[in-house]
């Protein structure tokens, strides 16, 4: 069986998202066992609290009530440290990684920026841009678009290797734009009327892109 592109990226965020919230568990748990050495006297109970209570609550009952003593006294100072630093930084990726998946299926206009190392995608109210060092997936969102805006729609892109293709549909029109190596127009909408318009990106083994849709 043939997953889909879309599909296909959209399972790898989720993932991604599972594995960074596992890890972050994880390491909640080894920081919460170091400090409670050092702060409490069952550092095995009050790693189990914080693990199971859910809703980040028994990680507050444990900073509120469960650190009755001051100060490390051993090297699980740095251990500490150092896992409160990963913790935070999973953090991130989760928070990052769950609006990556929600704008990716929700096809609405949020104005979040996603990145990763090898990409990164902006959208705005006004425009639609996306760079990467190499693609081979399907980017959706959709649109309401104005007569003066469908007017003013500009595709400026270019990539160095594979293929690149702008589908734009709306009821039962639809144009399929091939804006492979150097692209720089406006397209003509005139078929189109205001309203909802899908716009979806796809990209065939491409490498070194950068697309610029504007349509104000």
């Known amino acids: 069986m043939i997953i889909p592109p879309a599909v296909a990226s959209l399972l790898m965020r ?36 914080v693990l199971a209570v859910p809703s980040f609550l028994g990680l507050i009952i444990y900073l509120l009530v469960g650190r009755d003593k001051d100060g490390y006294s051993s090297g699980r100072f740095y251990k500490a440290v150092i896992t409160f630093a990963v913790c935070a930084g999973l953090s991130l990726v989760m928070v990052v990684g769950s609006a990556v998946s929600l704008a990716s299926t929700s096809g609405e206009n ?17 425009s639609w841009t996306r760079s990467f ?53 406006g397209v003509d909408l005139s078929d189109f009327h205001p309203g909802s318009i899908k716009l979806t990106l796809i990209t ?13």
């Not at 003013?152 to 734009?168: E, P, Q």
């Open 133 to 185: 060092r190499t693609s081979n997936e399907e980017r959706s969102r959709n649109l309401k678009l104005n007569a003066v805006e469908i007017a003013a729609f500009h595709v400026n892109s270019s990539n160095t290797d594979g293929m690149m293709f702008l589908h734009i549909t709306q009821e039962s029109n639809e144009i399929l734009i091939d804006i492979s190596g150097q692209f720089n127009a």
């Open 204 to 216: 065939q083994q491409a490498k070194n892109g950068n697309i610029i849709i504007t349509w104000r």
């Open 14 to 49: 989720i993932l991604l998202l599972l594995i960074s919230t596992l890890c972050f568990f994880i390491f909640l748990g080894l920081w919460t066992y170091y400090d409670a050495q050092e702060r409490t006297d069952n550092p095995k109970l009050w790693t189990l609290i």
């Open 110 to 126: 949020l104005p979040i920026l996603a990145g990763s190392l090898l990409s990164m995608e902006n959208n705005l109210s006004s």
